[in-house]
């Protein structure tokens, strides 16, 4: 096949869709990227690719185009997402490319995969589109946008026409189902549920080895779904038994805030900050943790989802303390790898020391039921080649 995907993010920056891209390319595809300008979590364009507009990576022939840096102002980061919009959509109706069939990856928000109906439609190929976050649902659990006002009905109705013109749709968490028929009333495009792959599924780097202690590590967005403040809260309940150490990676809109609360309650000691890292390096912090904290707010349809770093986290085999609920729990229910809390600092507390309790080896078999599983259902092999029969059943 000769694929076309669309994506706003790419390598350099760190998404799972470059992986996916790359072993197309392994299966023996002919693959090209639509994407941007890299910038996401820098604040600019990376240094260098400013006027980049072709490029080979990993035998993948990637076309950016222009687009404003994602800054930490909501303004910025509207303009971010209205830039590549248009000049996606410019280069989707000028190319003189041929393709087989379009490839979506729909992450935040939904118009960023818009070029792909405008060459689908253009020159008469399928259009496979890959949900991993719901849209404009995602901009009522943020708060940023009010359900009840102009805005949502607006973006709520762009939504619908982006994903009814795609051919088919793919979905990556199988409550975005109850969405697509009920908040969106659309039955007939939703085909398959293919959770995203991990990012990374091993240590790039040499492991992190700890001092001492018990070493619990949180790594991806520190946002209001993430709730992390509860772990401060935990933290502060645990107070007998400074062993228990956070070490948390990523960044996000609640970042300083988070930092505040830390410092307010003297926990600087206790929960230690790594700032944000691509996966490749985060991952050395996995190795020799002793467990691996994963939470997110229950509340709508975005709440009920499986965060994709929970993925990532079952592949290194640890247990794993779960604030969660919907699809994730029921992931974890099924791995059985897991400890589970409820969204207060209370019950993470009495989470954090039942794991405490058990033996070296009741550790270690919670860990290896978590990577079995992962390695059973979630291999970036397994994953790709749905994919891959799904492109190919819309060709035939």
Same mark, same amino acid.
């Given at each position: 096949m000769k694929i076309l995907i669309v994506c706003q993010y790419y390598y350099p920056e760190n998404f799972a869709i470059t992986a996916i891209a790359k072993t197309l390319v392994e299966f023996g595809h002919e693959v090209s990227v639509l994407t941007g300008l890299p910038n996401y979590g820098y604040g600019k364009i990376l240094p260098g690719y400013k006027h980049v507009r072709e490029e080979v990576i990993d035998g993948v022939k990637v076309h950016r185009v222009k687009l404003l840096p994602r800054k930490n102002s909501r303004i910025s980061i509207i303009e971010n997402y209205l830039s590549f919009w248009a000049n996606s959509k410019r280069w &989707?109706?000028?190319?003189?490319?041929?393709?087989? *069939? +379009?490839? =979506?990856? =729909?992450?935040? $928000? +939904?118009?960023?995969? =818009? &070029?792909a109906n405008v060459y689908a439609k253009k020159h008469k190929v399928p259009h496979l589109l890959h949900c991993v976050d719901l849209w404009p649902e995602s901009t009522i659990i943020t708060k940023n946008v009010d359900k009840r006002g102009l805005i949502y009905a607006i973006l709520l109705k762009w939504s619908h026409k982006i994903y009814q013109d795609a051919t088919k749709i793919i979905i990556g968490s199988p409550s975005f189902?109850?969405?697509?028929?009920?908040?969106?009333?659309?039955?007939?495009?939703?085909?398959? *549920?293919?959770?995203?792959?991990a990012i990374v599924t091993k240590?790039? +780097?040499? $492991?992190?080895?700890?001092?001492?202690?018990?070493?619990? *590590?949180?790594?991806?967005?520190?946002?209001t779904l993430q709730m992390l403040n509860l772990i401060v809260g935990s933290s502060a309940v645990l107070?007998?038994?400074?062993?228990?150490?956070?070490?948390?990676?990523?960044?996000?809109?609640?970042k300083q805030l988070f930092f505040n609360l830390v410092k307010e309650q003297k926990l600087e000691n206790r929960i230690i900050y790594h700032g944000p890292l691509p996966s490749s390096k985060a991952s050395a912090y996995f190795v020799n943790a002793d467990a691996l904290y994963v939470s997110l707010k229950n509340e709508g349809f975005v709440g009920k989802t499986i965060p994709n770093k929970l993925i990532m986290y079952m592949a290194f085999g640890k247990p794993i303390i779960g604030v969660v609920g919907g699809d994730a729990r029921a992931l974890l229910e099924q791995s059985g790898g897991a400890i589970f809390a409820e969204e207060n600092s209370l019950d993470i507390a009495k989470a954090i020391t039942t794991l405490l309790q058990k033996t070296t080896e009741e550790k270690n078999k919670l860990g290896l039921l978590n990577q079995t599983y992962f390695n059973s259902h979630f291999s970036l092999e397994t994953l790709t080649r749905k994919i891959e029969s799904h492109l190919l059943d819309l060709i035939k």
């Amino acid at each position: 096949m000769k694929i076309l995907i669309v994506c706003q993010y790419y390598y350099p920056e760190n998404f799972a869709i470059t992986a996916i891209a790359k072993t197309l390319v392994e299966f023996g595809h002919e693959v090209s990227v639509l994407t941007g300008l890299p910038n996401y979590g820098y604040g600019k364009i990376l240094p260098g690719y400013k006027h980049v507009r072709e490029e080979v990576i990993d035998g993948v022939k990637v076309h950016r185009v222009k687009l404003l840096p994602r800054k930490n102002s909501r303004i910025s980061i509207i303009e971010n997402y209205l830039s590549f919009w248009a000049n996606s959509k410019r280069w &989707a109706r000028h190319t003189k490319e041929k393709y087989d *069939v +379009v490839y =979506s990856m =729909s992450l935040s $928000p +939904v118009i960023s995969v =818009s &070029a792909a109906n405008v060459y689908a439609k253009k020159h008469k190929v399928p259009h496979l589109l890959h949900c991993v976050d719901l849209w404009p649902e995602s901009t009522i659990i943020t708060k940023n946008v009010d359900k009840r006002g102009l805005i949502y009905a607006i973006l709520l109705k762009w939504s619908h026409k982006i994903y009814q013109d795609a051919t088919k749709i793919i979905i990556g968490s199988p409550s975005f189902k109850n969405y697509f028929e009920e908040t969106l009333k659309i039955k007939d495009r939703v085909t398959d *549920v293919i959770i995203q792959p991990a990012i990374v599924t091993k240590c790039e +780097v040499e $492991p992190i080895v700890y001092d001492s202690g018990f070493n619990i *590590v949180y790594c991806g967005n520190i946002g209001t779904l993430q709730m992390l403040n509860l772990i401060v809260g935990s933290s502060a309940v645990l107070i007998d038994h400074p062993e228990v150490k956070f070490h948390v990676i990523g960044m996000g809109s609640e970042k300083q805030l988070f930092f505040n609360l830390v410092k307010e309650q003297k926990l600087e000691n206790r929960i230690i900050y790594h700032g944000p890292l691509p996966s490749s390096k985060a991952s050395a912090y996995f190795v020799n943790a002793d467990a691996l904290y994963v939470s997110l707010k229950n509340e709508g349809f975005v709440g009920k989802t499986i965060p994709n770093k929970l993925i990532m986290y079952m592949a290194f085999g640890k247990p794993i303390i779960g604030v969660v609920g919907g699809d994730a729990r029921a992931l974890l229910e099924q791995s059985g790898g897991a400890i589970f809390a409820e969204e207060n600092s209370l019950d993470i507390a009495k989470a954090i020391t039942t794991l405490l309790q058990k033996t070296t080896e009741e550790k270690n078999k919670l860990g290896l039921l978590n990577q079995t599983y992962f390695n059973s259902h979630f291999s970036l092999e397994t994953l790709t080649r749905k994919i891959e029969s799904h492109l190919l059943d819309l060709i035939k």
